[in-house]
């Protein structure tokens, strides 16, 4: 079982910088790949970016290529999403997530980021 919360949004101007953190619980966080996921109003939750167990390999959506960045502190069980230059089209819930092939599909309740124009 793994449990996560995420912190961190809140409002920015256009332009500006976030950092959200996804604090987890469990033994075998560092057996995880972890998300960033974002679901806008209307719209279906879509992956912003992943990153493998020991950090060494990530993905991005291509919305958030050269402005997003994750990283993970498996020490602090800890998950980091760097938001740079962020854009109104940003404004959306993010959500954390922990993945396992061995099984296991955990969220975090979500934090708010909005970005005003």
């Known amino acids: 079982q793994v449990q996560l919360v995420e912190s961190g949004g809140g409002v920015v101007q256009a332009g500006g910088s976030l950092r959200l953190s996804c604090a987890a619980s469990g033994r075998t966080f560092s057996t995880y790949s972890m998300g960033w996921f974002r679901q806008a109003p209307g719209k279906e939750r879509d992956i912003v970016a992943r990153?493998?167990?020991?950090?060494?390999?990530?993905y991005y959506a291509d919305s958030v290529k050269g402005r997003f960045t994750i990283s993970r502190d498996n020490a602090k069980i800890t998950v980091y999403l760097q938001m740079n230059s962020l854009k109104p089209e940003d404004t959306a819930v993010y959500y954390c997530?922990?993945?396992?092939?061995?099984?296991?599909?955990?969220w975090g309740q979500g934090t708010q980021v909005t970005v005003s124009s």
């Open positions: 990153i493998n167990w020991n950090g060494g390999n990530t």
């Open positions: 997530n922990a993945y396992s092939t061995l099984g296991g599909n955990y």
